[in-house]
């Protein structure tokens, strides 16, 4: 009957050495290759641990990552953002979420946002936890679109026609300057008007097609 307990026992602890080794896979893979970098800072941001992610994201082996300060991986000229938000963490221990420039090792500086919390450890006290995220398309993006405005903008505002913009139920959202120069008025004068108010000022206009404007507001 002992010999039968024992070998109960050894078969429950199989199990949950079993159990514990499957845990620790599945901690490998969602940490390890999570979509984004995960590190531990100390308080001074020294990097104490960091996931296969952060490493391949900052161009540098894990290996070297440990015990480096986390200043090294951000652009010079925002590591002030990082300071002032992680002093703030560490004094309101409320999480912090921002975006700053950081290094990949041989490339150029990328745009990364940088989710922060203050963790407890029975060890070593206070750490931050942050999450790291490539966030450059976002950026790219935004700075395409700007470039793609400011061209129009420049298109519209300098075209020799007569150029009006509005919206669905007719009123004038914006003007360039040859129809200003045309109707010989100040734009915040006319903005927000519809534009089948003026539209017998256009006419009155030399070479003006008035019926043309009119079928264009219908």
Same mark, same amino acid.
């Given at each position: 009957?002992?010999?039968?307990?024992?070998?109960?026992?050894?078969?429950?602890?199989?199990?949950?050495?079993?159990?514990?080794?499957?845990?620790?896979?599945?901690?490998?893979?969602?940490?390890?290759?999570?979509?984004?970098?995960?590190?531990?800072?100390?308080?001074?941001?020294?990097?104490?641990?960091?996931?296969?992610?952060?490493?391949?994201?900052?161009?540098?082996?894990?290996?070297?990552?440990?015990?480096?300060?986390?200043?090294?991986?951000?652009?010079?000229?925002?590591?002030?953002?990082?300071?002032?938000?992680?002093?703030?963490?560490?004094?309101?221990?409320?999480?912090?979420?921002?975006?700053?420039?950081?290094?990949?090792?041989?490339?150029?500086?990328?745009?990364? &946002?940088? *989710?922060?919390?203050?963790?407890? =450890?029975?060890?070593?006290? #206070?750490?931050?936890?942050? $999450?790291?995220?490539? %966030?450059?398309?976002?950026?790219?993006?935004?700075?395409?679109?700007?470039?793609?405005?400011?061209?129009?903008?420049?298109?519209?505002?300098?075209?020799?026609?007569?150029?009006?913009?509005?919206?669905?139920?007719?009123?004038?959202?914006?003007?360039?300057?040859?129809?200003?120069?045309?109707?010989?008025? &100040?734009? *915040?004068?006319?903005?927000?008007? =519809?534009?089948?108010?003026? #539209?017998?000022?256009?006419? $009155?206009?030399?070479? %003006?097609?008035?019926?043309?404007?009119?079928?264009?507001?219908?």
């Amino acid at each position: 009957a002992h010999r039968i307990e024992l070998e109960m026992q050894n078969d429950e602890l199989r199990r949950t050495r079993d159990d514990l080794e499957a845990a620790r896979e599945r901690y490998f893979d969602l940490y390890e290759n999570a979509p984004v970098g995960y590190c531990t800072l100390d308080g001074d941001g020294t990097i104490l641990q960091a996931n296969l992610t952060a490493a391949r994201l900052l161009g540098v082996p894990r290996a070297a990552l440990t015990g480096r300060g986390v200043n090294r991986a951000i652009l010079p000229a925002d590591r002030d953002i990082f300071h002032v938000h992680y002093l703030s963490l560490f004094e309101a221990r409320a999480p912090q979420a921002f975006e700053l420039r950081m290094v990949r090792a041989g490339e150029v500086p990328f745009w990364a &946002r940088l *989710e922060t919390c203050v963790v407890e =450890d029975p060890g070593r006290g #206070a750490l931050c936890r942050v $999450a790291i995220s490539d %966030v450059s398309d976002r950026y790219a993006a935004t700075a395409a679109t700007t470039r793609s405005e400011a061209r129009f903008r420049r298109l519209f505002d300098e075209s020799p026609a007569c150029l009006a913009l509005v919206d669905g139920d007719g009123m004038i959202q914006e003007l360039n300057q040859s129809m200003l120069e045309l109707l010989a008025m &100040r734009k *915040e004068d006319l903005m927000g008007l =519809d534009f089948a108010q003026i #539209a017998g000022w256009i006419g $009155a206009r030399p070479g %003006v097609d008035v019926d043309a404007f009119q079928r264009r507001l219908d």
